[in-house]
């Protein structure tokens, strides 16, 4: 979620077109053997009722919470004092006699005022009101509204939580209260800063992770929600949802705003200094807006809405609909590029100050644009999975600038992840599994960063290439519908492509995303047998047993003679250690595997891309062998001969 531009350099190399999958996967003298095929192309998919409802807005939703959140921001003090009134369902196959919710605030950067949020009262709807006991816990960020009664599945309960949020300052992260009035720079930015309803799951139960620095902690259920705010007139506000209505008066105006579809949670960002940008698009029915500062017009007047606008379009088409009226680009303050919500998207000024400001502004753009797809649409576990809708959203962006941009190279001649990924354990002799979550990363040592942001991508980028463009995409499309609205994880991404390709996908999912070491190839032994002119040439995985799975995929394989000419060159299957035989007329001298190519491998060396060896054993022809008749044809000649001499030397003895 938390997105920094790439070094723009690589150039594309084409979109892939369809084609029917069949192939083998084989070995020999005891290696696994691994196919898969497609029986043909009229396969006929589930059907996805849910979001053909949901993009017509034709659901009742009552499987989903309400919240109505009134907040009231005073800039003197940079607090929010507010309201959240909770009709939570519960949509889960166990009782509740507590309902957590995160406090987040208090986990953020700052500079000198840390965020802080007050929990001032739980009480009942009811008139008169009751107080409900609650537990409030400041260093893990989370309090738990104690219930009257077990909440029982598929019954709601409803409840009334008053708080105060301290923002903190120094926009440095999510929330914060940043800029100056004196230079027309000041932004208040209110996000995670209410007390946001812990998700419960088949996985860990209710998820009551803290704030995490590294990576990202949200992770919400879809959620009705009606947002009233309340801030000093004449202020610009930019929030979640259509704004239904406002009103001014005592000096103050109020907002009042409603997504009208279910969304994960809700934000809003105010300042004096906000210049706005509008326009509609009538056929899918969505107004697009780009709030930033004066001393940013030059380059986000224009600019933001043609990114967001062209980015979008391709998703909407590609993926699935966008079903919310409104979508809003705002600038922040912030330590890193940009930050996604429902509806809304946060892009940093350091874009103001970047070495290709436009590019960065459309990069940042186009990445948070697209998790309005993988993030909000479709929900993640950002604390367990986050690799998988960052891996998504990366590859997604880079395709799109790719498509805008092709003279940046994203993908020519090859991905530009393929690089660091080959190079990781290179440059830090560190393990890096993909499937783990934050924490496990937190123990295990893992590059976080690295994991979400490059290798997931990068191994997406891998799969593309094996299933081809088109089912790729429409993998992507079936994983968007099978689970809008809903939350969902890798297996389930590894679902929807299979139901795509129509077949089992075990074979790559596994080893890619659940060992912590790439394939490491080396030459164990290469014999040519002049006689048969077959050569067998056993490569070894040296780090398959430092893995849970066997790697498998196609590698070139080239073979030269003695005076360097290419004799063979065919692209093979390595799955782990695996012998191939090859018929080969020429004698070999030189056998190369050719990574010059999307292979994933570790590298030992920066200046090779390929695996070579002269070793190979010859067994040459035996000699002619002389048959057992002629021998005896032999041995009696000579006998007879001998005889003769023998019988001559007799007869001159026998005349002296």
């Not at 507590?98 to 929990?119: K, T, V």
């Not at 009942?124 to 006991?133: F, G, H, Q, V």
């Not at 809003?328 to 070495?355: F, H, R």
């Not at 498998?552 to 394989?557: D, G, L, N, R």
């Amino acid at each position: 979620m938390k997105f920094s531009q790439k070094t723009l350099v690589y150039i594309f190399i084409g979109i892939l077109s369809s084609t029917t999958i069949s192939g083998v996967l084989f070995s020999i003298n005891g290696t696994k053997t691994i196919s898969f095929h497609k029986e043909n192309d009229l396969f006929t998919y589930p059907l996805i009722s849910d979001y053909e409802q949901y993009s017509q807005g034709n659901f009742s939703g009552v499987e989903f919470s309400s919240y109505n959140l009134s907040v009231f921001l005073d800039e003197d003090t940079s607090t929010v004092a507010g309201n959240l009134t909770v009709d939570f369902y519960n949509n889960d196959p166990v009782n509740f006699s507590q309902i957590p919710f995160h406090i987040f605030a208090s986990g953020m950067r700052f500079y000198e005022r840390p965020g802080y949020i007050e929990i001032l009262n739980v009480t009942t709807l009811e008139d008169p009101k009751e107080e409900l006991a609650f537990d409030f816990f400041n260093s893990s960020q989370l309090m738990r509204v104690n219930l009257t009664d077990n909440l029982q599945p598929g019954n709601r309960t409803s409840f009334i939580i008053s708080f105060n949020t301290t923002l903190p300052d120094g926009g440095l992260d999510r929330a914060s209260d940043h800029g100056t009035d004196i230079d027309s720079s000041r932004i208040f930015k209110f996000a995670a800063c209410y007390p946001l309803p812990c998700v419960y799951d088949n996985f860990d139960g209710w998820n009551i992770d803290p704030y995490l620095l590294t990576g990202d902690p949200f992770y919400y259920d879809m959620a009705y929600y009606d947002f009233i705010i309340n801030v000093p007139e004449e202020m610009v506000v930019a929030a979640t949802g259509e704004l239904i209505e406002n009103m001014t008066a005592g000096g103050r105006t109020i907002y009042h705003y409603n997504p009208h579809l279910p969304v994960r949670e809700v934000t809003f960002s105010a300042s004096h200094y906000f210049e706005v940008e509008s326009f509609f698009i009538p056929d899918a029915n969505i107004t697009v807006s780009a709030y930033f500062l004066n001393h940013s017009d030059w380059l986000w007047s224009g600019n933001a809405l043609a990114y967001a606008g062209t980015v979008g379009d391709l998703l909407y088409n590609t993926l699935g609909i966008y079903p919310y009226s409104t979508f809003n680009i705002v600038q922040e303050y912030t330590n890193y590029g940009g930050m996604e919500y429902p509806l809304q998207v946060y892009v940093s000024t350091a874009a103001d100050i970047a070495t290709y400001p436009y590019g960065y502004l459309e990069t940042v753009i186009a990445h948070e644009t697209a998790h309005q797809w993988f993030y909000n649409l479709v929900g993640i576990d950002e604390v367990d999975w986050g690799f998988l809708d960052e891996g998504i959203v990366c590859w997604l962006t880079d395709w799109y600038l790719d498509l805008e941009h092709p003279e940046w190279g994203y993908f020519t001649p090859y991905y530009w992840g393929l690089y660091d990924v080959r190079h990781y354990s290179l440059d830090y002799g560190l393990p890096n599994k993909i499937n783990q979550s934050i924490p496990e990363c937190f123990v295990s040592g893992t590059d976080y960063w690295y994991l979400g942001y490059t290798k997931t991508n990068t191994i997406l980028e891998k799969l593309r290439q094996t299933i081809t463009h088109a089912k790729f995409i429409e993998g992507l499309s079936y994983f968007f519908k099978e689970h809008y609205f809903e939350i969902a994880d890798l297996t389930d991404f590894q679902n929807a492509v299979e139901t795509v390709v129509g077949c089992s996908l075990d074979w790559f999912f596994f080893p890619w995303f659940d060992n912590p070491y790439l394939p490491k190839y080396n030459f164990t032994s290469i014999i040519y047998n002049a006689g048969s002119k077959i050569i067998n040439i056993t490569i070894e995985d040296v780090n398959e047993y430092l893995n849970q799975y066997s790697y498998s995929q196609q590698v070139p394989i080239n073979i030269y003679n003695s005076e360097s000419s290419l004799i063979h060159s065919s692209n093979e299957w390595i799955n782990g250690t695996t012998s191939v035989l090859i018929q080969l007329e020429e004698t070999p001298y030189r056998v190369v595997l050719d990574y010059d190519g999307f292979i994933l491998v570790q590298f030992s060396n920066y200046n090779l891309d390929y695996l070579e060896t002269t070793h190979i054993t010859i067994v040459k022809k035996p000699k002619q062998q002389i048959p057992g008749y002629s021998i005896i044809y032999i041995l009696l000649t000579l006998g007879t001969v001998g005889l003769i001499i023998i019988t001559k030397k007799s007869n001159i003895s026998k005349n002296k």
